[in-house]
Structure formats: structure tokens, C-alpha cells
């Protein structure tokens, strides 16, 4: 599932590709086409990410709520090119640009103003990828969950908006924590590690389209033939290859149903848990 930073620039890539212009519309799943007369005219003010949802705002001030889920696709290409063969939920298309959701099937119909009652949207905790969230709102709002583990929390949107399953387990890495602790038992240096580890691997990743390793690392492997989903990673999809910082074997476990990835050595993780035992 596409996490935080790729909702955001899908959200990015549409609003530059139509906001603001005169548009075509074809409103095709049903329970969008009720719309299609009132917005006829309107215009997209504009397009923004809340989590793993989209507002896209018309001039009408009616404001579309999608989520993508697992098999929605927001697609920017040209007006002339063929449409893929899934199935196409609207079509918003200028002279020049063409937005396409694919597949996706959660819809609502809110008002601008209202966007936050949501219940969706209610429930989210700050944004991690919001330009106004600092390393120390994500510390505080870290502090209030001292009974979820590290690697439960930074899957919940009710804790933080915007990270998901990679993230958790680079973040984890790259703060040096074992994904398993407390965030109850961390100290102050160790919660604000992870939170400057939150805020800045997410916004690394928003930049680079996905890589959340240093771009000097990244380059060095890319040179030595590594394809980009080899490169990008610390720990994530890396299970049984060696770490990059230790050299220590790259472990995968599964936690709250997902995958999750650890360098033993990197975040002392001990002692081993149950999900790690083999
Ligand atoms: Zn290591």
C-alpha cells in the first residue's frame, strides 16, 4: 500500500496537473455521478493528502474525499494518451493534462470547512509530512502512547498521519531502537531521536520518490549495479542480506500483522522475541 510520502505526491502531481484550469469531467463510479451536474463548470482549486486519503477541492466548494486503499491509482498523463484497461472511477482532463483514479472504491462528498469531521480524517494524529510539524510536536505526540511499542505506533495513523510499513521498519534502523520496546520505556534523547528519525526519513523519502538510505549512499550502490528497490532500503526487503552499517544479517519478523525488518546488532534487539525466533 502506498504509504505517506507517495499519497502526497500523487496528491502533488494531480494538483499541478489540472488545478486551477478549466476541465472535462466524467464522474463514472456511482457514487460520484450524482455530482457530475452540480460541478459542471467548476473548476479544482485544489488537491492535498490527509494520511493515505485525498481532498480534491472544487471552486463549488464541494471537496471530494478518495482513499486509495490497496488497489486505487491516481494517474497524470496526457489527454491523448489511451486510458489503461482498469476500472476508471473520474476523469478530470484540461487541454493539456489528464487525471485518472483508478480502482479505487472509497468515496464521500464533504463541504470545504468540514473536511476534518470526517471520520476518517477525525481520528488522524498530526502529520508527519505537514511543513508545520516539528521533530518536537512528533516527541510530544510520541509521549502519549507510552504503552505502544515503537513498531506498533509508527503504523498508526491515530499516533502519526502519514508513515507506513517501510517507514517503520527504516525509522526503527535509522534511529538505532529496537522496534519492539515501549515507547513508555525510551528517554528523552532516545524519544527524540525518533522523532528527528520520523520527521527526517519521511521527507527524505517525499523528496526522492522512495529512498530512504543517504543519496550518497544510494549512489554508490546504484553504481555497483543495484537496482532501485535494492538501493533504497536500509533494512526493508533486505531479509538474510547482510546490514549495511554492521554487516550482522538483516532479520524479518512479523508484528501487527505486517512485515518488519531489524539489524539484531544495529538496534539491539535484545533479548530476542518471540516473532524472531527461528
Ligand atoms: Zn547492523
Same mark, same amino acid.
Given at each position: /500500500?502506498?504509504?505517506? #510520502?507517495?499519497?502526497? =505526491?500523487?496528491?502533488?502531481?494531480?494538483?499541478?496537473?489540472?488545478?486551477?484550469?478549466?476541465?472535462? /469531467?466524467?464522474?463514472?463510479? $456511482?457514487?460520484?455521478?450524482? /455530482?457530475?451536474?452540480?460541478? @459542471?463548470?467548476?473548476?479544482?482549486?485544489?488537491?492535498?493528502?490527509?494520511?493515505?486519503? /485525498?481532498?480534491?477541492?472544487?471552486?463549488?466548494?464541494?471537496?471530494?474525499?478518495?482513499? *486509495?486503499?490497496?488497489?486505487?491509482?491516481?494517474?497524470?498523463?496526457?489527454?491523448?494518451?489511451?486510458?489503461?484497461?482498469?476500472?476508471?472511477?473520474?476523469?478530470?482532463?484540461?487541454?493539456?493534462? +489528464?487525471?485518472?483514479?483508478?480502482?479505487?472504491?472509497?468515496?464521500?462528498?464533504? @463541504?470545504?470547512? &468540514?473536511?476534518?469531521?470526517? $471520520?476518517?480524517?477525525?481520528?488522524?494524529? #498530526?502529520?508527519?509530512? &505537514?511543513?508545520?510539524? %516539528?521533530?518536537?510536536?512528533?516527541?510530544? +505526540?510520541?509521549?502519549?502512547? #507510552?504503552? !505502544?511499542?515503537?513498531?506498533?505506533?509508527?503504523? &498508526?495513523?491515530?499516533?502519526?498521519?502519514?508513515?507506513?510499513?517501510?517507514?517503520?521498519?527504516?525509522?526503527?534502523?535509522?534511529?538505532?531502537? *529496537?522496534?519492539?520496546?515501549?515507547?513508555?520505556?525510551?528517554?528523552?534523547?532516545?524519544?527524540? +531521536?525518533?522523532?528527528?528519525?520520523?520527521?527526517?526519513?519521511? =521527507?527524505?523519502?517525499?523528496?526522492?520518490?522512495?529512498?530512504?538510505?543517504? %543519496?550518497?549512499?544510494?549512489?554508490?550502490?546504484?553504481?555497483?549495479?543495484? *537496482?532501485?528497490?535494492?538501493? +533504497?532500503?536500509?533494512?526493508? &526487503?533486505?531479509?538474510?542480506?547482510?546490514? !549495511?552499517?554492521?554487516?550482522?544479517?538483516?532479520?524479518?519478523?512479523?508484528?501487527?500483522? !505486517?512485515?518488519?525488518?531489524?539489524?539484531?546488532?544495529?538496534?539491539?534487539?535484545?533479548?530476542? $522475541?518471540?516473532?524472531? @525466533?527461528?
Amino acid at each position: /500500500m502506498p504509504e505517506g #510520502p507517495e499519497i502526497r =505526491r500523487a496528491a502533488q502531481a494531480v494538483h499541478r496537473g489540472i488545478a486551477g484550469k478549466p476541465l472535462r /469531467m466524467t464522474l463514472a463510479h $456511482p457514487v460520484l455521478a450524482p /455530482m457530475e451536474r452540480a460541478l @459542471r463548470g467548476a473548476i479544482v482549486e485544489a488537491v492535498s493528502a490527509r494520511s493515505k486519503a /485525498m481532498l480534491t477541492r472544487f471552486s463549488t466548494g464541494d471537496v471530494l474525499y478518495s482513499h *486509495n486503499q490497496l488497489y486505487g491509482e491516481w494517474v497524470v498523463d496526457r489527454p491523448d494518451e489511451p486510458l489503461r484497461s482498469r476500472a476508471i472511477r473520474l476523469v478530470l482532463e484540461t487541454t493539456s493534462k +489528464r487525471a485518472v483514479l483508478y480502482s479505487a472504491t472509497d468515496f464521500a462528498w464533504l @463541504r470545504h470547512g &468540514d473536511e476534518d469531521a470526517h $471520520p476518517y480524517i477525525a481520528k488522524l494524529g #498530526p502529520e508527519v509530512l &505537514d511543513d508545520a510539524t %516539528t521533530v518536537r510536536d512528533i516527541a510530544a +505526540r510520541l509521549a502519549q502512547f #507510552p504503552r !505502544r511499542r515503537i513498531a506498533e505506533a509508527l503504523l &498508526d495513523q491515530q499516533v502519526l498521519a502519514g508513515l507506513g510499513n517501510y517507514l517503520r521498519s527504516e525509522i526503527a534502523f535509522a534511529a538505532k531502537l *529496537n522496534p519492539w520496546r515501549r515507547l513508555g520505556e525510551l528517554g528523552e534523547a532516545e524519544r527524540h +531521536r525518533l522523532a528527528k528519525t520520523v520527521h527526517d526519513i519521511t =521527507r527524505r523519502s517525499f523528496r526522492t520518490e522512495g529512498v530512504c538510505v543517504p %543519496t550518497a549512499l544510494y549512489r554508490a550502490q546504484r553504481q555497483q549495479g543495484a *537496482n532501485f528497490e535494492a538501493a +533504497r532500503f536500509f533494512v526493508f &526487503d533486505r531479509d538474510q542480506r547482510p546490514c !549495511r552499517e554492521c554487516g550482522a544479517t538483516i532479520e524479518r519478523a512479523t508484528l501487527g500483522g !505486517r512485515k518488519l525488518f531489524v539489524c539484531v546488532a544495529c538496534q539491539d534487539v535484545f533479548p530476542l $522475541p518471540d516473532e524472531l @525466533r527461528h
